[in-house]
């Protein structure tokens, strides 16, 4: 074998440097050059729905930073795994990102087949909002309270039933999540949004549900519905006398849902900075605050890296939770 001189070492390290330097100047000059064109932001959701909203009011602020228009796509389906996938397969050049909730990240892949990795084939860009979760009953129920729900379903397991948006959703997690907190037995019944399901609560087809509260909020201040607790940490400014779950007793019920931008892995990490940029500059106008806070949400700012552990921490959560209770997609 014939020894390599260390003039030909040293051409190939030149060579290799040569390359690396090329390769992050054009890195750079791309993301100068970007964007040049509109982006595509693909909303995995139909229109209407909290996805959708909370991407139309941080598309406009975004599209101002970045001197592009910003185009809304709703592609849904599989709760929200088509829309995520489009964007996890689209090419990482920044000209398409999406905007999800954390159903398709972080409960979908333990529950079914998903076409795409959820950290390894998507890059964070920015979580742009929370919205708090409720439990409800409709306002002609017996039960005033979380305890009073929990008693009843405890005298007669299997017998009461929960509704949510859809299988996999965060809103049948919510109910399982209480049923193994609470050691009961809510029979889930998946409807295909949080909508039909509210209707058959209020006909008395169904018990309970735990929603977003944006989809309930309207029913809730016009006494349709009652509010036993807020899903979250702390009480909600919407239902600033509604108790929390720690309130009510059971400390670890917590599934508040969450909003963020999202672009394809392999995105440029200049470009997926502009992006970033661009949804703190959006999150900082009077016009996306207002927009929040008629949709029963809440400005909630993480960056790249906290998002990333957010989305960790609530997979391996809502790992276990599917484990324990053996929820399915039906």
């Known amino acids: 074998m014939t020894p390599i001189s260390n003039h030909s070492s040293l051409m190939t390290i030149a060579s290799a440097l040569a390359l690396s330097v090329t390769a992050a100047l054009s890195g750079m000059a791309q993301a100068q050059d970007y964007p040049s064109r509109p982006i595509r932001m693909m909303v995995p959701f139909a229109a209407g729905g ?10 406009p602020g975004m599209g101002a930073f970045l001197k592009q228009s910003i185009v809304i796509e709703n592609r849904a389906g599989g709760g929200g795994a088509t829309g995520v996938d489009a964007v996890a397969k689209a090419p990482p050049d920044g000209y398409t990102i999406g905007i999800t909730g954390p159903g398709a990240l972080t409960v979908s892949p333990f529950m079914t087949a998903v076409p795409y990795d959820p950290i390894k084939d998507i890059a964070p860009i920015m979580r742009v909002g929370s919205v708090n ?3 409800v009953v409709a306002a002609g129920s017996p039960y005033k309270t979380l305890g009073d729900l929990v008693a009843a379903a405890k005298a007669a397991p299997g017998k009461l039933s929960f509704g949510s948006a859809g299988a996999g959703t965060t809103t049948q997690m919510a109910g399982e999540l209480l049923n193994m907190e609470a ?6 019944v998946p409807y295909r949004g949080a909508a039909p399901a ?9 018990q309970t549900m735990m929603p977003d509260l944006p989809g309930v909020l309207a029913l ?10 807020v899903t979250s940490k702390t009480r909600s400014v919407y239902l600033p006398d509604v108790p929390t779950t720690a309130e009510a007793g059971w400390p670890n019920v917590l599934s508040d849902s ?4 999202i672009a394809p892995s392999g995105t440029p990490p200049e470009i997926r900075a502009r992006l970033n940029a661009a949804v703190v500059s959006a999150m900082g106008t009077p016009e996306f605050a207002e927009q929040i806070k008629t949709q029963g949400a809440l400005v909630a700012a993480a960056a790249p890296k906290e998002f990333s552990e957010i989305i960790a921490d609530e997979q391996k959560r809502w790992k276990r939770v599917i484990e324990v209770t053996g929820a399915k997609m039906e």
């Open 198 to 206: 509210a209707n058959d609560l209020l006909g008395g087809h169904i």
């Open 183 to 188: 050691g009961i037995k809510l029979v889930h």
């Open 133 to 135: 979760g409720v439990i």
């Open 50 to 59: 909290p996805a959708d909203l909370i991407g139309r009011a941080v598309a």
């Open 220 to 229: 809730i201040q016009a006494g349709s519905v009652r509010a036993l607790a």
């Open 258 to 261: 969450w909003y963020g931008v």
